[in-house]
T-cell receptor
Framework: AAGVIQSPRHLIKEKRETATLKCYPI?????VYWYQQGPGQDPQFLIS???????DKGSIPDRFSAQQFSDYHSELNMSSLELGDSALYFC???????????????FGPGTRLTVL | SQQGEEDPQALSIQEGENATMNCSYK?????LQWYRQNSGRGLVHLIL?????REKHSGRLRVTLDTSKKSSSLLITASRAADTASYFC????????????FGTGTRLQVFP
C-alpha cells in the first residue's frame, strides 16, 4: 500500500540558509499535517492543510511557511535557519476533513534536518 | 509536553515479559491514540481508543482509557526484542481539533 512520502530524507544546511521539505500524502488523503521532533523530544504540531487551505496552526516560527498544492502535496519552507531548527520533520496525512474529529494519521518517514 | 506525561520514561524488560506504559493528559479528549517509533524513524499507528471506550485490544496490545483520571495505559504482552522502540500516546485535545498532541514517550528496551 502507498504510504506518505517525504523528501529529502536527510538535509544538511548552514545557519541562515533556507530549506524546503516536501510531503506527498497517501492517495485520496487531502489533509496534511507537519510535526517537528527535536532530539529526545515528542513531536510538536506545526501546521496543517485541507484542500489547499491552512486548517490549523501550532508553534510554527514566522521564519517557516508552508502550503498545499493542487495535487495535495505539501511543502514546508524554512528560512534563516538556526541551530535549534535541527530536528526530524514529519508529515502525516489523513482522509478525514478537519472539524470532524481526529482519526488515525499516517506518518511519513521524516526528514532529518541538521543545521550547522 | 503540551498535553501529557508518560511513565515510565524508560523501561527495560526481558523477552516474554509484559510491558506497561502509562499516559496522562490534561484536557478533555475525543480519542487517544498510541504510536510507536523506532529510533529516529517514522511514527507507526498502533491503536485508537475513543473517549466512550474503556478498553481495546489489538493482537498483543491492550489499551485502557480512564477519562475520569485523564489517563491511559498500553500493555504489550509477551514482549519480543522487536518491540524495542519509543511509544507515544497522542490526543486530539477535544474541541474537534485535528492536530495530535503527543505525550513525552516511553523508551522500551526488550532484551533477548
Amino acid at each position: 500500500a502507498a504510504g506518505v512520502i517525504q523528501s529529502p530524507r536527510h538535509l544538511i544546511k548552514e545557519k541562515r540558509e533556507t530549506a524546503t521539505l516536501k510531503c506527498y500524502p497517501i492517495p485520496r488523503h487531502d489533509t496534511v499535517y507537519w510535526y517537528q521532533q527535536g532530539p529526545g523530544q515528542d513531536p510538536q504540531f506545526l501546521i496543517s492543510f485541507y484542500e489547499k487551505m491552512q486548517s490549523d496552526k501550532g508553534s510554527i516560527p514566522d521564519r517557516f511557511s508552508a502550503q498545499q498544492f493542487s495535487d495535495y502535496h505539501s511543502e514546508l519552507n524554512m528560512s534563516s535557519l538556526e541551530l535549534g531548527d535541527s530536528a526530524l520533520y514529519f508529515c502525516a496525512s489523513s482522509s478525514r476533513p478537519p472539524g470532524q474529529g481526529i482519526d488515525e494519521q499516517f506518518f511519513g518517514p521524516g526528514t532529518r534536518l541538521t543545521v550547522l | 509536553s503540551q498535553q501529557g506525561e508518560e511513565d515510565p520514561q524508560a523501561l527495560s524488560i526481558q523477552e516474554g515479559e509484559n510491558a506497561t506504559m502509562n499516559c496522562s493528559y490534561k484536557t478533555s479528549i475525543n480519542n487517544l491514540q498510541w504510536y510507536r517509533q523506532n529510533s529516529g524513524r517514522g511514527l507507526v499507528h498502533l491503536i485508537l481508543i475513543r473517549s466512550n471506550e474503556r478498553e481495546k485490544h489489538s493482537g498483543r496490545l491492550r489499551v485502557t482509557l480512564d477519562t475520569s483520571k485523564k489517563s491511559s495505559s498500553l500493555l504489550i504482552t509477551a514482549s519480543r526484542a522487536a518491540d524495542t522502540a519509543s511509544y507515544f500516546c497522542a490526543t486530539d485535545g477535544a474541541y474537534n481539533t485535528d492536530k495530535l498532541i503527543f505525550g513525552t514517550g516511553t523508551r522500551l528496551q526488550v532484551f533477548p
